[in-house]
């Protein structure tokens, strides 16, 4: 059964720095193109990321490139998101994303940046 | 960036009647649209890959179809449970988008 289970959310204030994990089980995680993605509340979907099954390929959103970073430990089958200067209209549920045509989601974990 | 614009953006019907949610986007994304089922509280659900390949699980009355900039989602006889949030989502090329979401109320 595909599990992706993410932590680390939680409330930080605007310009300050948080680290989301997300621990994948039940595929393949190694082989797979992993996405963060995130929606703010009340509104819709906005891809934030992707890296590739082995790490050297990395795309970002304008909207985060240069203060976020993703990254993954395939020997611990977790894929990670570094949030820094963080921002309100950062505010969102992060959910991890993956599998072969995006089809494996977390429950996702709120990231609340407030004063 | 691919801009996807979903049309309507709420539809209203009632049991057993047919849903057809549009997705169409800036430029040509080949047949590289999927759906996704949103309920609330919920993470998004994978219902169709590839303009017209239903995901592990979707229920038969689930399709789409279409290409290059014009596609749709059709729900053939409605549910009660079918209610919720549609997006539609291209992975053509770097940035993947989603459309703003069509709101499905039965």
């Known amino acids: 059964q595909v599990q992706l289970v993410e932590s680390g959310g939680g409330v930080v204030q605007p310009g300050r720095s948080l680290r989301l994990s997300c621990a994948a089980s039940?595929?393949?995680?190694?082989?797979?193109?992993m996405h963060w993605v995130r929606q703010a509340p009340g509104k819709g979907l906005e891809w934030v990321d992707a890296?590739?099954?082995?790490?050297?390929?990395?795309y970002y959103a304008d909207s985060v490139k240069g203060r976020f970073t993703i990254s993954r430990d395939n020997s611990k089958n977790t894929l990670y998101l570094e949030m820094n200067s963080l921002r309100p209209d950062d505010t969102a549920v992060y959910y991890c994303?993956?599998?072969?045509?995006?089809?494996?989601w977390g429950q996702g974990t709120l990231v609340t940046v407030s004063s | 960036e691919v801009v996807l614009t979903q049309s309507p953006d709420t539809l209203s019907l009632s049991p057993g009647e047919r849903a057809t949610l549009s997705c169409r986007a800036s430029q040509s994304v080949g047949r590289y649209l999927a759906w996704y089922q949103q309920q609330p509280g919920q993470a998004p659900r994978l219902l169709i890959y590839d303009t017209s390949h239903r995901a592990t699980g979707i229920p038969a009355r689930f399709s789409g179809s279409g290409s290059e900039t014009d596609f749709t989602l059709t729900i053939s006889s409605l549910e009660p449970e079918d209610s919720a949030v549609y997006y539609c989502q291209h992975r053509s090329n770097w940035p993947i988008t989603f459309g703003q979401g069509t709101r499905l109320e039965i």
């Open positions: 039940g595929f393949t995680f190694s082989s797979s193109v």
């Open positions: 890296i590739s099954h082995d790490g050297t390929k990395i």
């Open positions: 994303a993956g599998g072969p045509t995006i089809d494996y």
